[in-house]
């Protein structure tokens, strides 16, 4: 890919498991099996361009209203991948950090996550945050509810600190495809100057280029925060 200016953060809502695995006459659990296995290939191209923290949405709080068989299917992903196969994530050499409300999630799951986040807890050339069971709406809840507890009012740099990804900087790119052209609840205050990006293309074959593509766009852009630039005369 040619020189261009990369975004510090990308975060992707990997949308189009099920329909991807619909389309070829197969069942959503395959879908989201090779949605997992493309997540590691494209996380671990985004480390190899050089992008230090990538988010990805693994899996919303409305997610656990999906049929009991679909959710199930996703916790034994969580349970392959988190415990079993957990050298999927210690091969990206990054830092896994895991957020949402974990207290949903059995047991077995929740203590693969500790283990897995502290074998990488000192690495400090990469970050992955990976959202289990995450909800924007409600980490702003418990956030303000948190800001109440302690008795004081907050300004935007302090309120951010109770946000489940504080110290993270925000995102400079969200990336979302299956073709939906909404942010379904995912870093509501933390994407308020992300730039969007938008692919048809199914998660499962959102590919390395396709990948090289989203930054080249996003290089492009003009990011003004609000701001006017001025126009040479």
């Known amino acids: 890919m040619k020189r261009i200016r990369l975004p510090s953060h990308i975060a992707f809502i990997m949308d189009g498991n099920g329909r991807w695995a619909k389309r070829r006459f197969r069942p959503r659990g395959y879908g989201h099996r090779m949605g997992v296995q493309n997540m590691f290939k494209i996380c671990a191209h985004a480390f190899h361009l050089g992008i230090p ?3 990805v949405y693994a899996l919303s709080a409305e997610n656990l209203k999906r049929p009991r068989e679909e959710v199930e299917e996703l916790f034994d992903l969580f349970r392959t991948y988190f415990s079993k196969k957990k050298e ?5 050499n990054a830092k896994i950090n895991v957020i949402g409300d974990l207290s949903a ?4 799951i929740r203590e693969g996550i500790a283990e897995l986040t502290q074998d990488t807890k000192d690495r400090t050339q990469s970050l992955l945050n990976v959202c289990v069971n995450y909800g924007s709406r409600q980490e702003i809840i418990e956030a303000v509810n948190a800001a109440v507890s302690y008795g004081r009012f907050v300004d935007e740099q302090n309120f951010s600190e109770l946000l489940l990804t504080a110290g993270v900087p925000d995102p400079d790119l969200i990336v ?3 073709g939906e052209l909404r942010l379904s609840n995912f870093l ?3 994407a308020a100057y992300s730039e969007l990006y938008f692919s ?16 080249e766009n996003y290089s492009a852009r003009d990011r003004r925060f609000g701001n006017v630039r001025e126009e040479k005369r």
């Open 176 to 178: 979302r495809t299956g």
């Open 53 to 55: 923290i990538v988010t």
């Open 88 to 92: 999927k994530f210690l091969e990206l």
């Open 200 to 215: 048809n293309k199914m998660w499962p074959e959102f590919s390395k280029r396709d990948l090289e593509k989203a930054i």
């Open 105 to 108: 999630l059995p047991e077995d």
């Open 188 to 190: 509501l205050f933390q």
